[in-house]
């Protein structure tokens, strides 16, 4: 647990990209934890994407305060069913998220120690209480893991109403009467 110095972590990496590529202009933009690289750059050194995807997470790996990296194409080309994976590949979207997922160790913060952040894919981060209550909700509690994606098609099906355009997730049939 603890506090992850960026700065010294950017400083090693672009050492990184130099040495390895002769560039650092490999990665637009670094945030949530997400690096997106620069697709064209790596095009016009006649490099292949996947290998350099592949490289820098092995690279990350190396640093102290970086627990797993994935790339984009493990989330495309694996079907993770539980777990830190999981959550990540439940959020991934082909368009909008980046190349290389970074999970910091758990306990562990990058941002300004008065600040605060978007989460994490660690227990903590995730569990939160969810309730129900209501017409149409069945009486009782329970521990069962819930996905934030299941949350909008349980209020549709309590509603009797179609779920939303871009709906992935299922109601929670334990709660509905």
């Known amino acids: 647990a603890g506090y992850m ?11 990184f990209l130099k040495y390895k590529y002769g560039t650092t202009d490999l990665v637009k933009n670094t945030s949530n934890y997400q ?6 750059v790596i ?4 490099l292949q994407i996947g290998e350099v995807q592949s490289d820098i997470a092995q690279e990350l790996l190396n640093y102290k305060d970086i627990d797993k990296v994935y790339t984009a194409q493990q989330m495309w080309q ?3 069913t ?3 994976p999981y959550i990540l ?3 991934y979207n082909q368009k909008r998220s980046g190349d290389i997922l970074m999970v910091l160790k758990p306990g ?6 008065t600040g605060s952040s978007h989460g994490s894919p660690q227990i903590y981060d995730t569990h939160v209480p969810l309730l129900f209550y209501g017409m149409g909700i069945r009486k009782g509690s329970t521990t069962m893991r819930t ?3 299941d949350i909008a098609p349980t209020i549709s099906a309590l509603l009797g109403i179609a779920f939303p355009n871009g709906s992935t997730g299922t109601p929670i049939t334990k709660v509905l009467k």
């Open 108 to 113: 562990t913060i990058s941002y300004s120690p």
């Open 147 to 149: 996905e934030i994606p």
């Open 5 to 15: 110095d960026g700065e010294e972590l950017v400083t090693k990496f672009q050492e």
């Open 43 to 46: 095009k016009n050194l006649d």
């Open 82 to 84: 539980r777990g830190i």
């Open 78 to 80: 694996n079907e993770y």
């Open 35 to 40: 690096m997106f690289l620069d697709h064209d």
């Open 89 to 91: 590949q439940k959020g």
